[in-house]
């Protein structure tokens, strides 16, 4: 499974952005999908899951009422749309398959394939 994300950029507090993850297998479908997040000296946290059809989600409180993933399994995309920007959110974005479970987790250590990330900066 390959993933491609995207949307990233330089943006101003209060602003919004919307990130893509494309998945290039039919596959797609069949896995839990989530974004994580690493910002400069800081270890990579857990964002937001989604489930195998799209019906389950979960966020980190930090994101909670802000962010909103989505999943088009017709097309492989995921979508994490981010609301209400702050430079607290500021860091690299990877969205992430799991292949092996059915229930979403919020580990990283669950996740075997990962997208080479999208920086997002957020000025104050």
């Known amino acids: 499974v390959q993933l491609q994300a995207s949307g990233g950029g330089l943006v101003q507090t209060g602003d919004s952005l919307r990130l893509s993850c494309a998945a290039s297998?039919?596959?797609?479908?069949?896995?839990?999908m989530a974004w994580f997040r690493q910002a400069p000296g800081k270890e990579r946290e857990f964002v937001s899951h989604?489930?195998?059809?799209?019906?389950?989600?979960d966020y980190a409180d930090s994101v909670k009422g802000r962010f909103t993933i989505s999943r088009d399994n017709a097309k492989n995309l995921l979508y994490l749309v981010m609301n209400s920007l702050k430079p607290e959110d500021t860091a690299v974005y990877y969205c992430?398959?799991?292949?092996?479970?059915?229930?979403?987790?919020?580990?990283?250590?669950?996740?075997?394939?990962w997208g080479q990330g999208t920086q997002v900066t957020v000025s104050s």
């Open positions: 989604i489930s195998i059809g799209g019906g389950h989600t």
């Open positions: 992430a398959a799991d292949t092996l479970h059915i229930k979403p987790r919020r580990a990283a250590s669950f996740y075997d394939y």
């Open positions: 297998v039919g596959t797609f479908s069949t896995h839990v």
